[in-house]
Nanobody, 118 residues
Framework: VQLQASGGGSARAGGFLRLSCAAS????????MGWYRQAPGKQRDLVAN???????DYADSVKGRFTISRDNAKNTVYLQMNNLKPEDTAVYYC?????????????WGQGTLVTVSS
């Protein structure tokens, strides 16, 4: 499985950006697609993820502003980021985890930079 992320860039505070991440290859039916971010000098943290069954999870800091969605036919996950804040500035990484029976297999995209100016 390989992941190709796109859609990063610059925005002003209050603006919006949309990230996309397409997974090539087959995914097992049990899978989770999501986004993490890492700001300079900080650890990589979960932003949002969405399981194959539709369950979503968001970081508290983005609830109400970011929306994750996925197109299962295209193995693609999206992150709509609205009302951006300077503290959203980070490198955003998509991640896919899947399993059949047994352990999870994790895959990471290359990262895309999001810069929000005040």
């Amino acid at each position: 499985v390989q992941l190709q992320a796109s859609g990063g860039g610059s925005a002003r505070a209050g603006g919006f950006l949309r990230l996309s991440c397409a997974a090539s290859g087959s995914l097992f039916s049990i899978n989770v697609m999501g986004w993490y971010r890492q700001a300079p000098g900080k650890q990589r943290d979960l932003v949002a993820n969405m399981a194959s069954g539709g369950t979503t999870d968001y970081a508290d800091s983005v609830k109400g502003r970011f929306t994750i969605s996925r197109d299962n036919a295209k193995n693609t996950v999206y992150l709509q980021m609205n009302n951006l804040k300077p503290e959203d500035t980070a490198v955003y990484y998509c991640k896919v985890a899947h399993r059949r029976i047994g352990p999870w297999y994790d895959y990471w995209g290359q990262g895309t930079l999001v810069t929000v100016s005040s």
